[in-house]
Structures are given as structure tokens and as C-alpha cells.
T-cell receptor
Framework: GAVVSQHPSWVICKSGTSVKIECRSL??????MFWYRQFPKQSLMLMAT?????????EQGVEKDKFLINHASLTLSTLTVTSAHPEDSSFYIC????????????FGPGTRLTVL | AQSVTQLGSHVSVSEGALVLLRCNYS??????LFWYVQYPNQGLQLLLK??????LVKGINGFEAEFKKSETSFHLTKPSAHMSDAAEYFC?????????FGTGTSLTVIP
């Protein structure tokens, strides 16, 4: 089956620093990747949609200058949390839509970000 | 407007009892519907999905769901709960443009 990986799985950083999270589709090409944020015991909130080679589309209320998304290739998308603050602490999950497999998203295992 | 509603944020069942997790949706286009399971500190795992065709969908770990268009529902069931089923369950709707997640149902299995 299609596998999506995320790295790192858990990161702790100081307030004010930037953190990069990678999302990779390991055995398929992803035309579109999605970034979600999940607060404890809550559902997933879509942050942005990224298509390879183009700018990401951000959901209303998501600061695009704070959450930088780069979809450099068909197998890699990155989310950079710039100047992180404690309120950015959350579980970030990416998913990838496989080219040729309609309407199925494959989810990564998530990255837990803790900002001190 | 598109939406997914999961009735009951917490469901408790005894081990061996029937599991029923409710999901209703609203969609202006033919929906693709999914159930995902999430264990603590992990990502989402697909349990099953409905796209077209047979309305009764069987998934992994003994779960199944039935798409009922007249009721706009896609409830998840399992005949006999196991301790390992304790987790968070999410219903999701795909309209082709966007995924919509329900708020999740936390399933507790009582020994």
C-alpha cells in the first residue's frame, strides 16, 4: 500500500526558532499534499493544500507567512513553522493524494511539535 | 454546505459487545466517505471507504459501514468489541475538492 512518512516524529524547540517538518510519499507520486493540525482530543483542521511546483493554498485563518509550505517534488512537501511560539505546539499531520488513485488520501504518522 | 457530523464524542462498550459509531454527512455532490482510526500519538489509519457500488463496505479489523443515502448516514459497526479497538475514530467526506472530517468519537472498551 501507499506509505507516507513524516520527519521528525517529535520535535521540541525554543520559542522564536523555526522548525521544518518533512512529508514524503515513499512509493508513489503525490500530485497534491495536505497539511493538517490537530489539537489534543480534537479533529484534524486542514491548514493548507499544496500542489507540486505551485504555491500552497491556505485555509482561512492560517498565516501563510508563519506556516511556509514547499512542495518541491512529487514525493516531498515541507512545512516550516517560523518563529515558533508555545501556541504553535500541536500535532501536525500530512497526507498525500496519489496520482491515479482517485479520492484517497494517505496519511503520515504525524509530527508532534512542542515549543518551550 | 458540506459537513460531517459524528454523534457522540465518547462511546463506551463492554468487551464483546456491538460497536456502533454514528456519522451523518451533508454533501451537494455524490460523496466519498471514509472511516479512520487514530491511536494515541499516531497518524490516521484507513479503516474502510465508500466510493461507489456496494453500499455495505467491509474494512479492516472486522469493521464495516453502510452507506444510506436516504438517511445521509455512514455508521460504523463491529459485532464484537475488542480491547484493542479503543481509539479515536474519524468519519470523513471527500467531495473531490476537499476532505471534511468529523469531530471524532473516542471509543472506550470496558473489560
Amino acid at each position: 500500500g501507499a506509505v507516507v512518512s513524516q520527519h521528525p516524529s517529535w520535535v521540541i524547540c525554543k520559542s522564536g526558532t523555526s522548525v521544518k517538518i518533512e512529508c514524503r510519499s515513499l512509493d508513489f507520486q503525490a500530485t497534491t499534499m495536505f497539511w493538517y493540525r490537530q489539537f489534543p482530543k480534537q479533529s484534524l483542521m486542514l491548514m493548507a493544500t499544496s500542489n507540486e511546483g505551485s504555491k500552497a493554498t491556505y485555509e482561512q485563518g492560517v498565516e501563510k507567512d508563519k506556516f511556509l509550505i514547499n512542495h518541491a517534488s512529487l514525493t516531498l512537501s515541507t512545512l516550516t513553522v517560523t518563529s515558533a511560539h508555545p501556541e504553535d505546539s500541536s500535532f501536525y499531520i500530512c497526507s498525500a493524494e496519489a496520482r491515479g488513485i482517485n479520492n484517497e488520501q494517505f496519511f503520515g504518522p504525524g509530527t508532534r511539535l512542542t515549543v518551550l | 454546505a458540506q459537513s460531517v457530523t459524528q454523534l457522540g464524542s465518547h462511546v463506551s462498550v463492554s468487551e464483546g459487545a456491538l460497536v456502533l459509531l454514528r456519522c451523518n454527512y451533508s454533501s451537494s455532490v455524490p460523496p466519498y466517505l471514509f472511516w479512520y482510526v487514530q491511536y494515541p500519538n499516531q497518524g490516521l489509519q484507513l479503516l474502510l471507504k465508500y466510493t461507489t457500488g456496494a453500499t455495505l463496505v467491509k474494512g479492516i479489523n472486522g469493521f464495516e459501514a453502510e452507506f444510506k443515502k436516504s438517511e445521509t448516514s455512514f455508521h460504523l459497526t463491529k459485532p464484537s468489541a475488542h480491547m484493542s479497538d479503543a481509539a479515536e475514530y474519524f468519519c470523513a467526506l471527500d467531495t473531490g475538492n476537499q476532505f471534511y472530517f468529523g469531530t471524532g468519537t473516542s471509543l472506550t472498551v470496558i473489560p
